[in-house]
């Protein structure tokens, strides 16, 4: 129903851009003022509303099983933006690694995820991300871009439940400093790269 009005708007804005009804002559004036953007359809960025939008910089170095720093994946970087929507309990995210080595590794469904913990310590994940792929010519850039919405699953079973579960993408924008974002490597099994959300 929504792709209907959105259609009508647009033809509607369309039609008098095209041929705008003038009929000074005959005392007749019709001025038409649609906001597209204002009014939530189209324009440039509106498609998904997001309540905060995160740009992480993850790195080997703030890699730590427990509180041990392991030095992650030498060499490897990662970019992991993300788009959130709380209401709709959804996040959009663009994961960009860089010299990336081994497979990705993990015992959850993915290698790549939100986890729960403040710097400096581990925690479970609480979102699973597809994980990076090659999209151009560059085998050494691997990137993974699209959204979910929960309820959230890790495929990581600990205390008998998904560590997924229960979550809402809220609690980040409650406090960005106590998620971090990172991915697994076969080669560096607590962690490739590292980010702090905040
Ligand atoms: C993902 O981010 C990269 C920059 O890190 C950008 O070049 C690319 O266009 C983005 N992709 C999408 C689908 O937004
Ligand atoms: C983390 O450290 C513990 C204790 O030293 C060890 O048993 C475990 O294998 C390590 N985890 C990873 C993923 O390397």
Redesign the pocket.
Known sequence: MKTSIITSLVALAISVGAAPLDISGGKLSLQLNIDLNQAGFGGNNDLFHFTSTHFIHAAPEFVV??T?P?GGLAGALGLFNFGINSHANMICYNITLHNFQGDFSSPASSATHIHEAAVGASGPPRISFPNPVRFNDDPAVLRSVGCLTGPFATGLVMEGKDTGEGFHISQIEKNPAGFFADTHSSLA??GAVRGQIA
Request: hydrophobic share 15%; no cysteine.
């Open positions: 099983n427990g041990t392991t099994l607590p």
